[in-house]
């Protein structure tokens, strides 16, 4: 049985859900074990599975002791990263999917960068793939992480792929993924949080996460929004904890990036929904910038926005989307759109 025979530097835990993966699990913990960063535990916590991604996991941690097997029955992927960060040991954690593998070096460098800007977060980026591990998109940052100046990278990353937490950050404000298994894009007010609340952030230069897409993937499952709702209590309970905080990055981000967030919902999600669920994720969005952003739709904002340091693409995005709400003109052509699409 293969031990962690070196002891230097921090421990690492790894957090990997596991549910139905049978065809992708085995390849996903070979990834792991093979990083060249040795200090690691590799939390697997499978979650109900009915195929034999259990059996293949129990096979694989009989050669190698790092491996931690918790089972539980299917309670949904944020219940089951939340038992890992609870049970993880290490001065840092990251999260994998048991469909997706990582590059050799992939823990090497994040701790090298945290550890080098006492980091509270790292982003990286990630390559997606198909099953044949053909590349289909490739997104890494560019530039260096300016609290308040240069923000723009971690809020194209809002999902779980790319991220190293200090889980001293992550208790510190008690941070947890809404447990409902009917909720998706759970990973997304997580994102949001941890952006706008890390003390030091650290832009790091790899792509060596492979997001693995196939016909099973949420990505794939999330459009339409038939199975799944979205995750509109833990979005707002994000928002008011962020509100009372003193001391946090640049707000301004948080902001674009939330309407980014809203655009996607209402007209990417939401444009093969039933009318009564568009109808919902409008009438929510309208009430979240009507609370809690009240200035967030004038022109004094949307002039502040155009001067942003952010990609000229974003603003457009950004810009025409929140003149759309302004002028009660999402919601039609949203209709417009969502019957072209059905």
Known sequence: MKECQNNKGPLVSIIIP??????????????????????????????GSTDDSFKIVERIARTDGRIVIIQQSNQGVSVARNKGVDRAKGKYFTFLDGDDYLGVDYIKTFVEDAEE??????VCGYTMVNEDDEKILELFPQEEYISCKQEEYPYKILGIAGRFYKKEFW????????????????????????NVLAK???????????????STSARHNMRGLKKYELPYDALEGCIKYVQKQKKTNGKDFFEVCLLRVFFTFLLDLGKNTELDKYNEIYQYEKRILKIYFPNCLSTKNLIK????????????????????????????IGR???KITL
């Open 18 to 47: 596991v549910y139905n993966c049978e065809k992708y699990v085995e390849k996903c913990l070979d990834s792991v074990i093979k990083q060249s960063y040795l200090k690691i535990e590799i939390i697997v916590i499978d979650d």
């Open 117 to 122: 800007a006492n980091a509270d977060l790292c």
């Open 171 to 194: 208790i510190k404000h008690n941070v947890q993924f809404e447990e409902n298994k009917k909720i998706r894009g759970e990973d997304i007010p997580i994102a949001l949080l941890t």
């Open 200 to 214: 030091n952030i650290r832009n790091v230069e790899q792509s060596n996460y492979y997001y693995v897409q196939h």
């Open 305 to 332: 926005i155009s001067n942003m340091n952010i990609s000229w693409k974003e603003k457009v995005l950004v810009i025409g989307f929140a003149l759309l709400i302004k002028f009660n003109m999402a919601y039609i």
């Open 336 to 338: 417009c759109w969502r």
